[in-house]
């Protein structure tokens, strides 16, 4: 089974046809990211995994949880062992009271079955608080979602706003998404993360971030390596697809003309979300300053929400593509709440 090719709706008994492959499942935030929701950071640092957002229609508080689950062979039973831990309830009490619910499958028409409790406030009509559950076990995950409203919103109808704003990923890892597959992928809260860069002692911080630029020397000092985050400007946005806005951002971010970039950019591929995760199409043109020494600039532009980003790599003696095939491979563009 591949993405493409998932049923209408991924249903207990379907979820054993994700075996034949390693996937990644994980909730996919980037419908709560045009001002619906807030992202609560007063309680803290979140875990990974781990996310508190408030429904502003509603005011009711959302937690978002995604796990590893290596117990079980059955989906339906292992989804409703989590749900009843997650909601502290009985599990012989489940049976009475347990409803399915779907949540959608970001891009695809399809959806994922989940299975869900709701819980009523003593002497009131509407049910305070809904919790859903569903493990995939072939896929080793478990994602959980509860909502709690205040008095007089009903917990239920809050969760099926909540669901038609949320997705979920189901992706097989390393998954390439192309430049028409992942154009309304990345709110405008996306950031680069490239912490990892530092880890291997093979490259060092020189060039502190001031705000969308920073920069980082290769241990030897051989080569240098710039990240950078930028809005688009209009030009830019008003290209007909990702792929021509990214050739107009290259063309910005060295001077040259659109034309320039378009007849030698070649494409390749950045990391997308965590490691391991999925790849997003990007682009590659090669250059030589005054000095005669030799870089490459690498990619992506996204039209939706107006961001460029941008790794710029010059070397003296090294080749400058293999400089960058290193860094990114501890570099990835990751939206919010991934």
Known sequence: MDSSDLPDVVTFAD???LRSGTWQVRWNHTGLWDGGYTYVLSTGGQDEGLWDYTQNATGCD???????????ADDLAASDDALAEFSEMNPSALGDVVFESTARISGSPSRL???????KREGASEHAQVHSTRVLTAADAELSMKIECPEGIDAIDSANLLLGDLAVDIR???ERLDFEASAGLVPDQSIWEDSAVVGGGNWTLTTPDDGGSWGYTSADGDCTANFQQSRLDETVTTAPDDRVATDRAMAWYYGWTEDDVS??????????????NRVVAARTIEAVNDSGMNGILAARAFRQSGLAFFIDVWCTQRVPADALEEILGSASIVPPGW
């Open 62 to 72: 959302v937690l978002l949880i995604q796990a590893e689950y290596v117990e079980g």
């Open 113 to 119: 079955q989940f299975r869900a409790v709701a819980a």
């Open 172 to 174: 097989r890892s390393r």
């Open 263 to 276: 007849s030698d950019a070649l494409e390749r591929d950045m990391g997308f979300g965590p490691p391991a």
């Open 15 to 17: 979820g054993e046809g």
